[in-house]
């Protein structure tokens, strides 16, 4: 009988022990996570993306301002920056370099069974607490579609598809050094 709550203290003392030492471990550490992964200088409170011209000839008018709504989005949705209209702590701005369309697969009968857009834009980003993070790029992405069906049909769901690629590149390469 002695023996057994013996071993009952010992054991409840022991358990108490742990938890006490698993208390200090975990407080002493302090974590950090972000979801978008993104590495943004701590003292960084703004960001500002300028519109981005349209330079590419066949780029429908509205474009450069469907790719500049997507940029400002993605910043704003994947980082705890306040987008401001200029000179913000980390700043973008650019153009539409380029807009085409060509076929990628062609059939045996000298038919095209897909065609690909392809949209370029060129990137000017600075950071202005680290000048080594600067950079000037282009960025480029494409989506290919049926030969059976008319650009103008498919267009507007392929430029959503291909800004939302530009604008996760343009991200990656900005804030997550990739």
Do not use: H
Request: glycine share 4%; charged share 20%.
């Amino acid at each position: 009988m002695i023996k057994k709550k013996y071993i009952t203290n010992v054991a409840a003392k022991t358990n108490a022990v742990l938890c006490l030492l698993s208390f200090i471990f975990l407080s002493s550490c302090k974590i950090n996570y972000s979801l978008s992964g993104a590495s943004i200088p701590p003292e960084a409170k703004t960001v500002s993306v300028q519109y981005f011209q349209n330079n590419a000839s066949f780029a429908p008018p509205t474009y450069s301002q469907l790719f500049t709504e997507a940029l400002r989005d993605k910043l704003s949705s994947q980082t705890r920056l306040g987008l401001i209209n200029k000179a913000g702590d980390l700043a973008f701005e650019g153009s539409v370099t380029g807009y085409a369309t060509s076929p990628i697969a062609i059939q045996s009968t000298d038919q095209a069974a897909l065609n690909r857009l392809t949209i370029t834009v060129n990137v000017k980003y600075a950071c202005s607490f680290d000048e080594k993070k600067n950079f000037e790029q282009s960025f480029s992405r494409f989506a290919d579609y049926s030969s059976s069906q008319s650009l103008s049909s498919v267009e507007e769901g392929l430029m959503k598809e291909i800004n939302d690629q530009l604008a996760q590149d343009i991200f990656n390469k900005a804030l997550n050094d990739w």
